[in-house]
């Protein structure tokens, strides 16, 4: 069977380390065919750091990660799959190779041994300018400090000579002799610099100084770092890529076009694009859409209650001063990203007005150039804004061409700065390039990981891809509509290893829009009965946290403990209020962890239980909700692993937890019922689902806006599944629930998958929904 044959209907995502191998997914083959998935999607299995957990440090692109078992191991994994009629997907990382371990990546070591001379130079994005603040060297941020360079010694007693700083080594390429470290180290083409230094002479992914820059715009820098993915299309091994962070390469357009050619035609590519929610999909990229971010928002925010809305803002106002409601474009926003492009990401900032000069022949000073640059970065609500699709006139207002005709009169007193930028971009040359790639990064330092982290109006809507100032729409259908439409074959998600946290905490922390009022008197009583918290932004996150992960009868086990104080420590230093992970400050830190050990350990602890108690009921229907949602809707679900049970996943490395195989196969789970019945069906009618047709379901009644449902079915045929959740059960409960409340199933009965019930014509709800919050009907 090959790939046409192997169309990807569903996927599950395994996330691959030393401890989960290659062997150890193919044992699990069976358990996944049986649940009814298509493929598996792995996480990236090229040569990574060792002992990696995650493998997104790649160090290798050309062979597979022995740790994981190696080609062989690969292609075991592959055979196994297919004998069960599943196929693979797998996770790829163009944008970066993983650097933080020089000897274990040998490209970058041969330009640290022999610099611009190196056959490997051009595979990295350095800068070899003069003027890069290291010499025209490649700065390696490592040392505590510049005295620290007397640390450095050299070591001749293995194969080759190398300098070692503690437990790093670097490679000696020109070697004066002796034993005098610190003339060695400045012989070299690289320059070891102090980690707080603002100096970096390569692009890194973000600001992550372990992470270097990859130049997969060179055809031959393709060719390198995809021969062995590419080999997988041509083996029969592989059906499809998710590509990680395209946003980050210099045309992301051309680059999918190459990917295209070399997996060819009937490969399913799906890309890591963060959209916005008035954002398109350029719908000319050579892809079946994106991983699901967007589709995560859309099918949050439709369970979500807007009626909350005012008072969950009006909470956060009150301790905090400030609404919660984390805008792009706020104040705050905007200062941290100018604090970001004056410190974190200054280097980027510098090389891009560098090449603005070269480019334009302008005079204009460094430092304006980099100012205008970002003032223009600050107006654009996206990632980059060089797609095509914003830059016809049918787009809206985000465009290019509008920020370049209204921009000069944004910025008084920058206009020669400004014009020069502009120049500099309608060249679409290399600070075009730049410019697009730093959007990007200052966008998704400034929001997701930082801004999330600073306020907590409602926690479960900060989340990668999210939009936290927005409750949702009132009709959640013509998303999903469109969706139908024009990206019927793209990935959609609920959970994923980056998720801020997983799916069923924020179903539950989501209820809170619902009773928002009770969560606010709670609150207002609980604040002033805990010990203060390092400030109040971070009290009510960890309340809001701690209400989302509790278990169902309060029982708070040490493992829990633990998770939250990791969880707590990440937060407060990703908020970089009073501390961070660059300058932790351990009293602030220490007033975070006692006022968590108060609110699990004390009469808070006993409330928030309570409350918990009564309202985990309605996490869980919103959790089911979503599922189905997701699963019966448009486009191909991805489950997370061990999603298919109740979980209370936090952000990484929370999320990549272990997975308990054993306790997946209980088949009375209600989550894993749902999953596995929505699985087989699509399994069953895979006409009925990707690419099939979408119809809204509405009832009548008193009950009727609790009702989320569609009809799907074959293109040109009759609609033959139905699918309804409930949404707002709780405000549904305090109304007398489905009474006098039906649905128009349409001609013919209708089996429900997970109950066996019969229903026909005009259904009433209190019926259909009798045993769960949720339907998945079918016409026989």
Partial sequence: ???????????????????????????????????????????????????????????????????????KGLERLADSAHVDGLGLVIDIVPNHLGVGRPEQNPWWWDVLRLGRMSAFAHVFDIDWDPRNGAGGKLAIPVLASEEDAAALAVDRTGPEPVLRYHDRTFPIGRDVGGLDAERLHYAQPYRLVPWRSPVRSYRRFFTVDDLAGVRVED????????????????????????????????????????????????????????LEPDEPLDPDLPVAGTAGYDALRELGHALLDPAGEPGLTDLHTRWTGDDGAVRWNSSSVLRLRDELAARDL??????????????????????????????????????????????????????????????????????????????????????????AQLTGALTAKSLEDTSYYRAARLISLQEVGGAPSD???????????????????????????DTKRGEDVRARIGVLGQCSGDWATAVERWLPELPSAPDPVTGLFLLQTVF?????????????????????????????????????????????????????????????????????????????????????????????????????????????????????????????AVVRAALRLRRERPDSFVGGSYTPL????????????????????????????????????????????RVDLGGGAWTDRLTGNVFAGRATLAEVLLEHPVALLVRE
């Fill in 548 to 672: 989302g992960v509790l278990p169902d009868d309060g029982a708070v086990t040490d493992d829990l403990r633990g998770r939250l104080h990791a969880y707590a420590e990440k937060a407060m230093r990703e908020a970089r209020i009073g501390t961070s992970w660059t300058s932790p400050d351990g009293a602030f830190e220490a007033a975070g962890h006692t006022f968590l050990d108060a609110v699990l350990g004390g009469p808070v602890g006993t409330e928030m239980a309570e409350l918990v108690a009564g309202l985990a009921p309605h996490g869980r229907s919103d959790s089911l909700a979503q599922k189905l949602l997701q699963l019966a809707g448009p486009g191909v679900p991805d489950i997370y692993q061990g999603t298919e049970r109740w979980e209370d996943s936090l952000v990484d490395p929370d999320n990549r937890r272990p997975v308990d195989w054993t306790a997946l196969r209980d088949d009375s789970h209600p989550k894993r």
């Fill in 698 to 741: 509405r009832a009548d009644g008193p009950g009727a806006d609790h009702l989320l449902g569609f009809h799907r079915g074959p293109q040109g045929g009759s609609s033959d599944v139905a699918a309804l959740a409930t949404r707002r059960s709780l405000v549904l409960d305090r109304a007398g629930g489905w009474r006098g409340t």
């Fill in 471 to 497: 409750f949702g729409p009132e009709d959640p259908h013509p998303a999903l509509s469109r969706r139908a439409v024009e990206w019927p074959a793209a990935m959609t998600t609920l959970s994923t290893h």
């Fill in 219 to 274: 055809p031959e820098v393709f060719a390198a770092t995809h021969a062995e993915i590419g080999s997988w299309f041509a083996d029969g091994i592989a059906d499809g890529l998710r590509v990680d962070h395209p946003d980050g390469l210099a045309d992301p357009i051309d680059y999918l076009r190459r990917l295209r050619e070399l997996v060819g035609p009937d490969a399913w590519i799906v890309v890591e694009k963060i």
């Fill in 1 to 71: 069977m090959g790939p046409k044959e192997r169309r990807v209907g569903s996927t599950y995502r395994l996330q691959l380390s030393p401890a989960f191998t290659f062997d150890d997914a193919a044992a699990q083959v069976p358990y996944l065919a049986d649940l009814g998935v298509t493929h598996l999607y792995l996480s990236p299995v090229l040569e990574a750091v060792r002992g990696s957990m995650h493998g997104y440090d790649v160090v290798d692109p050309t062979t597979v990660r022995g740790e994981l078992g190696g080609r």
């Fill in 346 to 435: 200054r280097p980027e900032f510098l090389r891009l007005a560098r090449s603005v000069r070269e480019e334009t022949g302008t005079s204009v000073p460094i430092d304006a150039l980099a100012e205008a640059a970002l003032a223009w970065m600050n107006e654009i609500p996206y990632y980059r804004d060089d797609y095509p699709v914003l830059h016809v006139p049918a787009a809206n207002t985000g465009t290019y061409a509008h920020y370049r005709s209204t921009f000069g009169e944004a910025v008084p007193g920058q206009a020669t700065a400004t014009e020069a930028v502009a120049a500099a971009r309608s060249l679409g040359r290399d600070s075009a390039h730049r410019f």
